[in-house]
DNA sequence: TCAACGTGAGAAAACGTTTTCTCATCATTT
DNA sequence: AAATGATGAGAAAACGTTTTCTCACGTTGA
């Protein structure tokens, strides 16, 4: 057929053993009847041979492969790599590996990395993106896999897991309220983002009815600008700015810095993301909402495992709580 | 034994078309022989059932799983993530997915994933990192699957692939000297890092025995610092700084324009990693050496192919070139 | 008319496991 | 002494493929 390797088997086992593979087999596995002694020396002869039974014939026979795939189309792994990481963490321990694909907006990349993975029969599929109000561009319903959605956005009756927007913004506003601050506004992200909306609504919920929100892009261009804008009127100026992303929040400290208006003394800062890169590098660091993908990526991982090995799960829309990771750019932060 | 699938398998596809399970496996591959007549219409018939074979079962008997691991401690994904999808981009085509298996440093938790990828019988490991003169918290030699080390230390004898640092210094020199810059420094990461050094050293060659290379953090913090110490003093200014990565870069920037001193009129900045985060949003935008990681990444994955398909590569260290993404930080951008 | 040959298609083995079933042996009970 | 039961271990089937081998049948040539 084709070249063998050179791995040792069970029937390799067996023969040293001079036992047959079924025994060797419920040797290893504790199953069946035999001497507890036979038991032993087999164990012991397969460890000593560094036998390892081979996954896909297992998978073959249980009809299950011990795989998951995560689809995502988010290249830069902003959001991807902290959900990879808890979906790896949560499933190691189960014996479950996962395939990562990316595809990049392109249905037809998209549908070949869907084939595959279900040609190498995953167990399911978890599905990710860099936005929670738009989805993947393939359709992953009706596949013969369970599949999970998280951190994007999914077909209605499947599971769908986020972070909750607007938990993150009441956890930001009591923040600045609990360091005294009493002109708060809110600089964010366009309106087309459901997230920035969300963000929004809990954030007036939680200030009240003349709340200033204002919607811009998610750069550090914007943040300057709306600082240009805040402080350029003959307005009372805020003393506490919730930033959409840390991107804006950067811009808004460092315009801030350069109008010598001190941070945090004189204005609180607080952004969204826990972007480390721009979190930790922001002089003060940002004190910042952090969504949890990690956490979000271990239950998405634990879900699939549930669905894959038929336990049921309750389908719909399940936002997960947010956290917020103290630094500088607020203040209040020596008082712990 | 366990719970069935509803999968349609190639004893499905028998049956429905009135012949054996033989005949079916030869129409739907071209082989055997058989009359084009039945092949037609076995084929119309597995297409119309939605026949797509078991890739399990296929491994089991061609001892190729035609998956592929990816062993990374870069939790970040700075440098994984361009390299995951040069890699992915390369290897579908063949068929191959690919298993990422984040490991932070921790030797445990690689062992485990090692083993895991070993079980699933892939077909070759990639290891990658964040350094390409730290190596992985395991030992990959005399594994029974080959591997190929990229961007990150391998063993002696392996094949290992990274990108030209000192290529990417002279492409940095030779841009700077062609916009017309004569006083030009290098400002860049700590004297620990072999990609430091090893820029360091192929700037004085280009630049000459008197160029000065100023060692600090890879940080925003010590561009403005370097800054600061450039003109601090009483000695003439550079007009053109090659920056160890782009945070560095942007650093500097920040700093000159604090200063007065305008980029790119003034001085011309290049930076490194073109870490598009950084490199975009700088203003100006920077003009910065991109590693081709991507491209690296394509590489390693054709070369893992190789060597599980028993092709013969040649081992030992090669060096991919840089290339030079222009933004505006250096100028000479409306030439072209 | 008979041998040689070509053609079409199926049977069976193989890949490496696990599990069910069967069976031989030995000890215990009547 | 015969029947029963417990114990230890192996044979075989199964998972879903691919490939080699075999064979029946029909055609061609002498």
């Not at 998280?150 to 600045?176: K, M, Q, Y």
Request: hydrophobic share 45%; with cysteine.
């Amino acid at each position: 057929m084709v070249a063998r390797s050179n791995r040792v088997t069970i029937h390799d086992v067996a023969k040293a053993a001079g036992v047959s593979v079924s025994t060797v087999s419920k040797a290893l596995n504790d199953t069946g009847r035999m001497a507890s002694e036979t038991r032993e020396k087999i164990k012991s002869i397969a460890a000593e041979a560094g036998f390892r039974p081979n996954a896909l014939a297992r998978s073959l026979l249980f009809n299950r492969s011990f795989t998951v795939g995560l689809l995502t189309n988010d290249t830069y792994g902003r959001f991807t790599l902290p959900l990879m990481s808890g979906i790896s963490e949560a499933l190691v321990d189960h014996g479950v590996s996962v395939f990562l694909c990316a595809i990049e907006d392109d249905p037809a990349l998209a549908k070949v990395h869907v084939d595959a993975m279900l040609d190498k029969q995953v167990d399911g599929i978890i599905a990710t993106g860099k936005r929670v109000d738009r989805s993947l561009p393939v359709d992953l319903a009706g596949l013969p896999v369970p599949v999970v959605y998280a951190f994007t956005e999914g077909v209605p009756g499947s599971v769908i897991l986020t972070a909750d927007d607007s938990d993150g913004a009441r956890l930001a506003v009591e923040r600045l309220r609990k360091v005294g601050r009493k002109r708060i506004v809110h600089v964010t992200g366009p309106d087309s983002f459901v997230s920035a909306v969300e963000r929004a609504d809990a954030f007036r919920q939680a200030v009240g009815p003349d709340a200033l929100v204002m919607h811009g892009a998610w750069t550090e261009a914007w943040g300057h600008e709306a600082v240009a804008m805040l402080w350029g009127g003959d307005k009372p100026t805020p003393d506490g700015i919730f930033c959409g992303n840390d991107q804006i929040a950067r811009g808004v400290v460092d315009a801030l810095r350069e109008r010598g208006v001190r941070v945090p003394e004189d204005v609180s800062i607080i952004g969204f993301d826990n972007w480390e890169i721009f979190a930790d590098q922001t002089r003060p660091a940002l004190t910042t909402v952090d969504m949890n993908l990690k956490e979000l990526g271990r239950t998405a991982g634990l879900t699939i495992l549930d669905l894959a090995e038929g336990r049921a799960v309750e389908a719909g829309l399940r936002k997960l709580p947010c956290k917020l990771v103290v630094r500088q750019s607020c203040g209040g932060d020596r008082e712990i």
